[in-house]
């Protein structure tokens, strides 16, 4: 079955910088497309940061020229680099694909920008 594990969130303070993995197994990796998403508290959860299969990328607005988003093939891995980090982009991020019809989601990390 499809599986998303995602890690590398913690605390940070502003500017700072993460790096997170999804790690994903139960599906051909190298053929879908993946998403980061991140939902903070009160608010609806919002796309950041997506790659397709051939490797182009997309981001939201409010991350581009911060944020990077990577995949490797031979680790089923998709990565999201985090950088100059502010307080707005506390949220729990999780990885997503879109597979036969369904989305599929991992479990979140958290990631707080805080002094």
């Known amino acids: 079955q499809v599986q998303l594990v995602e890690s590398g969130g913690g605390l940070v303070q502003p500017g700072g910088s993460l790096r997170l993995s999804c790690a994903a197994s139960?599906?051909?990796?190298?053929?879908?497309?993946m998403n980061w998403y991140r939902q903070a508290p009160g608010k609806e959860r919002e796309l950041v940061a997506a790659i397709t299969n051939a490797g182009s990328t997309n981001y939201a607005d409010s991350v581009k020229g911060r944020f990077t988003i990577s995949r490797d093939n031979a680790k089923n891995t998709v990565y999201l680099q985090m950088n100059s980090l502010k307080p707005e982009d506390t949220a729990i991020y999780s990885c997503?694909?879109?597979?036969?019809?369904?989305?599929?989601w991992g479990q979140g990390t958290q990631v707080t920008v805080s002094s």
């Open positions: 997503n694909v879109y597979r036969s019809r369904r989305q599929y």
């Open positions: 139960g599906f051909t990796f190298s053929n879908y497309a």
